[in-house]
Each structure stands twice: as C-alpha cells, then as structure tokens.
T-cell receptor, first 114, second 112 residues
C-alpha cells in the first residue's frame, strides 16, 4: 500500500538553528499538509499546499516556517530559527482530489529543540 | 467554527469487552468525520471515515462508527477488544475546507 515517507524520524537541534523536515507524499496525490503534535496535546494543522502554493495556513505557521516542493516528489517544512516550543512530532500528509478520501499521514518526525 | 470533543482521555477495557470511544462534533455544514489510530511511535492511520453516505461506517480491524446528526456524535465501537487495539484514537472533523480539526485523543488500554 502506498505510504507517505518522512525523514528523519528523529532530529535534535539547538535553539536558533534551522531545520528542514522532509516528506515524500504518495505519488498521485495532489494536496499536501503539515501537522504537528506537541507531546501530550492534540494534532494541530499547520499548512496546506496545492499547485505549488500555500492554500491555507494556521496562526501557528508564522514567518519562521516555510514549505516547499523543490521537485516532483519531495515536500519540505523549514523552520528558520527553532525555539524550544517547536519541539513536537511533525506529520506530513497527502490526499488525492476530493475531501472525502481522507488524508494519508506519514509516521512523523520527532523534533527536539535543546 | 468546527470542533471535536472526545470524552474520556483514557479508556480501559478487558480483552473481549466492548470498546466505546466517544466523539462529538460541531460544524456549521454537513461534516466529514474521521477516526484515526496512533500506535506508539507511529503515525496516524485512518480507521474509518464518514462522508455523507451510509451513517454506519465500517472500518479496519473490526471497528465501526455511527454518524448521528441529531446527537452530533460519531462514536467509535468494537464488539470485542483485542490486546493489539491498545493505542491512541483521534476523532477528526472536516467542514469540507482543506484541513482536519482533531480531538484531544483517547488512549485505549486493554487488559488481559
């Protein structure tokens, strides 16, 4: 069964450093997302991406965040200057056309900012 | 604004017992509703979804959920719990915009 692949599975970074989280969505999916889950809290929407541009973003997704689809397969989330409160599990997701399909989520990247 | 409430952050059942995980939603439009499961150190796996077809939805691993508009509920059930069902379960709603709103999750423990 097709999967959404995320790398790395765990990343530790120092506060103030830039990190790039990588995702390979399912090949025939057109809509891409990042969600995050702070430890012990609910999963929160960050951003959606379609047709090479952001279609919606949450208030969490401020200027330190950016997303990119640099080629036909990868989808990245960049955090420019990490803060302690950015420590979380970050999930990438993708879906086909049609909201009734539901999303396919990756297994996540656990980001730890020290 | 849409929202999801999951009653009970922890639910414990004995193996073989009925599993009932509660989810209530609010949405200004007919919603799409989803249940996801998260096993330890893994991602979110879709269990089942309601997208305005049959109100009783069957999912994977023997789970099912019933959409009740009058009660704004979408509770998840399984007739007989198995040890392997121990996980975190998330209910989510979409108001047909491009994002999911998740509940806070319910951790299911299954005792032998």
């Amino acid at each position: 069964e097709p999967e959404v692949t995320q790398t790395p599975s765990h990343q530790v970074t120092q506060m103030g450093q830039e990190v790039i989280l990588r995702c390979v969505p399912i090949s025939n999916h057109l809509y891409f997302y990042w969600y995050r889950q702070i430890l012990g809290q609910k999963v929160e929407f960050l951003v959606s991406f379609y047709n090479n541009e952001i279609s919606e973003k949450s208030e969490i997704f401020d200027d330190q965040f950016s997303v990119e689809r640099p080629d036909g397969s990868n989808f990245t989330l960049k955090i420019r200057s990490t803060k302690l409160e950015d420590s979380a599990m970050y999930f990438c997701a993708s879906r086909k056309t049609g909201l009734d399909y539901g999303y396919t989520f990756g297994s996540g990247t656990r980001l730890t900012v020290v | 604004a849409q929202s999801v409430t999951q009653l009970g952050s922890h639910v414990s059942v004995s193996e073989g017992a009925l599993v009932l995980l509660r989810c209530n939603y609010s949405s200004s439009v007919p919603p799409y509703l989803f249940w996801y499961v998260q096993y330890p150190n893994q991602g979110l796996q879709l269990l089942l979804k309601y997208t305005s077809a049959a109100t009783l939805v069957k999912g994977i691993n023997g789970f099912e959920a019933e959409f009740k508009k009058s009660e704004t509920s979408f509770h998840l059930t399984k007739p007989s719990a198995h040890m392997s069902d121990a996980a975190e379960y998330f209910c989510a709603v979409s108001d047909r915009t491009d994002k999911l709103i998740f509940g806070t999750g319910t951790r299911l423990q299954v005792f032998p």
